[in-house]
T-cell receptor, first 111, second 116 residues
Framework: DAKTTQPNSMESNEEEPVHLPCNHS???????IHWYRQLPSQGPEYVIH???SNVNNRMASLAIAEDRKSSTLILHRATLRDAAVYYC????????????FGQGTRLTINP | GAVVSQHPSRVICKSGTSVKIECRSL??????MFWYRQFPKKSLMLMAT?????????EQGVEKDKFLINHASLTLSTLTVTSAHPEDSSFYIC????????????FGQGTRLTVV
């Protein structure tokens, strides 16, 4: 499974943008980049995913580098409810569809 | 609303007993479901892939006789922790997705298992 590297933790202030980086230098051409987040004592929640082009949805934006070896999850205006562990995952393109989680980034939002 | 329903949300059992956790896909037929476990302050660890109508595929180091997986229908997969011991205490999470590896995954709310 392709690996991703994320900072262990990040901190930001409420109502400010947050940029969460992810490195995936061994990504293959057909791997999708997925982001999930997990609030305490809950199952993970889908945030966004993309292949090559930048993606936007109601929760966040995903900026993908041109060489696809890194990506950035952007929360445009963080709220206290965005405090969670964020996981960047490369989707197994070998047919098993499984998601293998790395350590993720623990995001703290200061009021 | 929830796409995946997991039950129970928490359970306490005595050592030596077995515990069954259910995972239901509410919105679509799920031929494949995934089971994870998570220890405090740690990431999710994939335990096994549950396949409807066939045997589950276990990740390396996961005892298949200890963690029995049954996926008898397209909407239900169960994980049974057999002869539970305190070291099996963990947060168990199931997941599924629609066909196609470009789609997003949906997760259950998790089951907190405590073995006393």
């Amino acid at each position: 499974d392709a690996k991703t590297t994320q900072p262990n933790s990040m901190e930001s202030n409420e109502e400010e943008p947050v940029h969460l980086p992810c490195n995936h230098s061994t990504i293959s051409g057909t791997d999708y980049i997925h982001w999930y987040r997990q609030l305490p004592s809950q199952g993970p929640e889908y945030v966004i995913h993309g292949l090559t082009s930048n993606v936007n949805n109601r929760m966040a934006s995903l900026a993908i580098a041109e060489d696809r070896k890194s990506s950035t999850l952007i929360l445009h205006r963080a709220t206290l409810r965005d405090a969670a562990v964020y996981y960047c995952i490369l989707r197994d393109s070998g047919g098993a569809q499984k998601l293998v989680f790395g350590q993720g980034t623990r995001l703290t939002i200061n009021p | 609303g929830a796409v995946v329903s997991q039950h129970p949300s928490r359970v306490i059992c005595k050592s030596g007993t077995s515990v069954k956790i259910e995972c239901r896909s509410l919105d679509f037929q799920a031929t494949t479901m995934f089971w994870y476990r998570q220890f405090p302050k740690k990431s999710l660890m994939l335990m096994a892939t549950s396949n409807e109508g066939s045997k589950a595929t276990y990740e390396q180091g996961v005892e298949k006789d200890k963690f029995l997986i049954n996926h008898a229908s397209l909407t239900l997969s169960t994980l049974t922790v057999t002869s539970a011991h305190p070291e099996d205490s963990s947060f168990y999470i199931c997941s599924t997705c629609r066909q196609g590896w470009s789609t997003e995954a949906f997760f259950g709310q998790g089951t907190r298992l405590t073995v006393v």
